[in-house]
């Protein structure tokens, strides 16, 4: 299975705090990105990374890559009370021209203020 | 505001019911999918539509029969439901291509429930 499997399964801090999330995959992918989900709501995307590419930032999320270990993480720095969502890890690969996700089951984040 | 967006938002429906979940992205993207997101499991990947074809069906039951009139719209028809198909009906749309590699482009979500 391709299905990412995201760790861990919830996460609380306090405001500030930096949080980081990790994801392991079984196969060889193309991409990885990572999704974030506020409750019962649609997925956003947040960043993508590539096969080739080791770590990669957007604003104050940092996103590795470990293709060796089939792993990624994902920091979130300074957290906010407004980070709180379940975050989700996807990897990428197509079929029949058209690009396939198959994600993880998402870890909780909990900012306390 | 993603650029996709879904209606109802909200459904009840019997066993018995027939009803059906529309999505519409205004993106001008070449694909669109299904997703069906359950509590406590994964995102489950349900169809694959791309140029109106399907190009995959994730061993879906046949109670859920999508349609892809056009490359904008998508719809996932319903007809003797479960209770175990109360979910949250995800749709994305990406640009499709096998040369662009990105993100999908996710809507609210319809939140489905059986009864």
């Known amino acids: 299975s391709q299905q990412g499997e995201e760790d861990p399964q919830a996460l609380s801090i306090q405001e500030g705090e930096n949080a980081t999330m990790n994801c392991s995959y079984k196969?060889?992918?193309?991409?990885l990105q990572w999704y974030r989900q506020n409750s019962g709501r649609g997925l956003v995307h947040l960043i993508l990374?590539?096969?080739?590419?080791r770590e990669k930032h957007s604003g104050r999320l940092r996103v590795t890559l470990d293709t060796s270990k089939k792993s990624s993480s994902l920091l979130i720095t300074a957290s906010r009370a407004a980070d709180t969502a379940s975050y989700f890890c996807?990897?990428?690969?197509?079929?029949?021209?058209?690009?396939?996700?198959?994600f993880g089951q998402g870890t909780r984040l909990t900012i306390n203020p | 505001e993603t650029g996709v967006t879904q209606t109802p938002r909200h459904l009840v429906m019997g066993m018995t019911n027939k009803k059906s979940l529309k999505c519409e992205q205004h993106?001008?993207?070449?694909?669109m999918y299904w997703y069906k997101q359950s509590a406590k499991k994964p995102l489950e990947l349900m169809f694959v539509?791309?140029?109106?074809?399907?190009?995959e069906n994730n061993s879906v039951p046949s109670r859920f029969s999508p349609e892809c009139p056009n490359s904008s719209h998508l719809f996932l028809h319903l007809h003797t439901l479960q209770p175990e198909d109360s979910a949250l009906y995800l749709c994305?749309?990406?640009?499709?291509?096998?040369?662009?590699?990105?993100?999908?482009?996710f809507g609210p979500g319809t939140r489905l429930t059986v009864l």
């Open positions: 994305a749309s990406s640009p499709g291509l096998a040369a662009i590699w990105g993100e999908q482009f």
């Open positions: 196969t060889s992918i193309n991409n």
């Open positions: 990374i590539r096969s080739n590419e």
């Open positions: 996807a990897t990428a690969s197509i079929i029949q021209g058209a690009q396939k996700l198959v």
């Open positions: 993106l001008g993207h070449n694909a």
């Open positions: 539509y791309n140029f109106k074809e399907q190009t």
